[in-house]
C-alpha cells in the first residue's frame, strides 16, 4: 500500500486549466489500487498571503466543494483541513530545529522576493514575514506526518518537496530512521492547457474559463476566444485555442469530426457554440454538484470533520514515534 498526499492552498476559485492540469489527474490517483490518498486543504499555508476572515471562509469551503464535485470520494479519500490537525504544527516545530537556515534561504520563494527587494534597492527582507521565510517547513511537516510515499505537485512545488526529503533526512540522521522520504509525483504541464488567448490558461493573464461559473458567463468567455480573421467557408487551422480547448472536453472521436468541419470551412461563430455546448455539458454535471454542497456546508463540515478524525489516528502516531526520538 502506498500513500499519496497532496495539500491546496485556498487562493482562489478554480478555473478549467486547474481541473485537466491539477485537480483531474489527482482524482485518478484516487482511483488507483493499492493506494491510499490523503488529500487536504493548506489553509495554513495560505496564511502567507490571505489576511481576510471573510477570504478565508470563502477560499476553504470552494476548495471543499470544488474537490468533491470533481470526484474525491470521502469514503476513498482522506479528505481534511491542514488547521484540524494540531499534530502538524506540533512537528512543525520539531522539524524546525533540524533544518539548517541556509536551507531556507535556498528555497524559491523567498529567494524570489530577495531579489525582488535587492532590484528595488530596498532592505533585502521588506515584506518578508516568518510565515513566508518557514513555508517549506510547515509543508515537510504535513507530508512527514503521514508517512507519505508520493506527493502529486506542480513543477513549481517540486523543491518544495525535496526540502521536505532533506529535512527527513536531517531528522533520521541525528535521532535514527524516523521518518519516511517522500518523493514527488510531478503533474506534466499539458501542452494543450490554452486559455482564451491562446497562452497557457492562467489568472495572472486574465484569459481563463471559471470552473464553476455561470452557463451564461461560460458562454461570454467562450465568445472571448481569439480567432484568425477567416471567413465562414474557408478552412481552418486546428493549431488555436478554440480547438484545443475543444479536445479538452470532447472525446477523441468528437473532436476528429470537429476538426474536419473546421477544415470544410465551419464558421468561427458557429465553432465556438459548438465549443459552448460540448463545455457545457461536460461542467453541468460537475457545477450541480459544487452548488449543491455550497448551499449544504453542514454536509462538507462533517465530511472534513470525519476525515480530520481519520488523518488524526495516523498522525499522533506519528508524532509519537518522533517525541520518543527525540525524548521528550
Ligand atoms: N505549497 C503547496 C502549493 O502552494 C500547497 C501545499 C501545502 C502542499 N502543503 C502541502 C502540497 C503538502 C503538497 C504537500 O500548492
Known amino acids: 500500500m502506498k500513500r499519496i498526499l497532496t495539500g491546496v492552498k485556498p487562493t482562489g476559485y478554480a478555473h478549467v486549466g486547474n481541473y485537466f492540469g491539477a485537480i483531474k489527474p489527482a482524482i485518478e490517483l484516487t482511483k488507483q489500487q ?20 471573510q477570504e478565508m471562509q470563502d477560499y476553504t469551503y470552494d476548495i471543499a466543494c470544488t474537490w468533491l464535485a470533481c470526484g474525491v470520494d470521502p469514503n476513498k479519500v482522506v479528505f481534511y483541513k491542514q488547521s484540524d490537525i494540531p499534530e502538524t504544527f506540533e512537528l512543525n516545530w ?22 525582488k527587494n535587492e532590484m528595488a534597492n530596498v532592505d533585502r527582507d521588506a515584506g518578508v514575514n516568518m510565515g513566508l521565510y518557514n513555508y517549506p517547513i510547515l509543508m515537510a511537516a504535513d507530508i512527514l506526518l503521514f508517512d507519505t510515499d508520493y506527493v502529486p505537485v506542480g513543477l513549481d512545488q517540486k523543491q518544495h518537496v525535496e526540502i521536505a526529503r532533506d529535512i527527513a533526512n536531517y531528522f533520521n ?18 501542452a494543450t492547457l490554452v486559455g482564451l488567448d491562446g ?18 458567463q461560460l458562454r461570454k468567455s467562450i465568445n472571448k476566444i481569439v480567432t484568425d480573421s477567416r471567413m465562414p467557408g474557408e478552412p481552418k487551422d486546428t493549431d488555436c485555442a478554440l480547438f484545443k480547448l475543444y479536445s479538452l472536453f470532447a472525446g477523441e472521436e468528437k473532436s476528429k469530426e470537429f476538426a474536419k468541419k473546421l477544415q470544410e470551412g465551419l464558421g468561427w461563430g458557429e465553432a465556438k457554440k459548438q465549443l459552448f455546448e460540448v463545455a457545457n455539458e461536460f461542467l453541468k454535471p460537475m457545477r450541480e454538484k459544487y452548488f449543491y454542497y455550497q448551499t449544504h456546508r453542514d454536509e462538507v463540515d462533517k465530511i472534513l470533520a470525519d476525515g480530520a478524525i481519520k488523518a488524526r489516528m495516523i498522525a499522533k502516531k506519528t508524532l509519537s514515534k518522533v517525541r520518543k526520538a527525540i525524548g521528550v
Open 34 to 53: 493499492d493506494t491510499e490518498c490523503f488529500y487536504f486543504i493548506a489553509d495554513y499555508h495560505a496564511l502567507t498571503t490571505l489576511n481576510n476572515k
Open 94 to 115: 520539531i522539524l524546525c530545529n533540524v533544518t539548517p537556515k541556509g536551507l531556507m534561504n535556498r528555497a524559491h520563494a523567498y529567494k524570489a522576493c530577495v531579489e
Open 173 to 190: 540522521k541525528k535521532y535514527g530512521e524516523t521518518l519516511k522520504e517522500p518523493e514527488d509525483i510531478i503533474q506534466k504541464e499539458t
Open 199 to 216: 497562452r497557457k490558461m492562467s489568472k495572472s493573464y486574465g484569459n481563463i474559463i471559471g470552473l464553476f461559473t455561470t452557463e451564461e
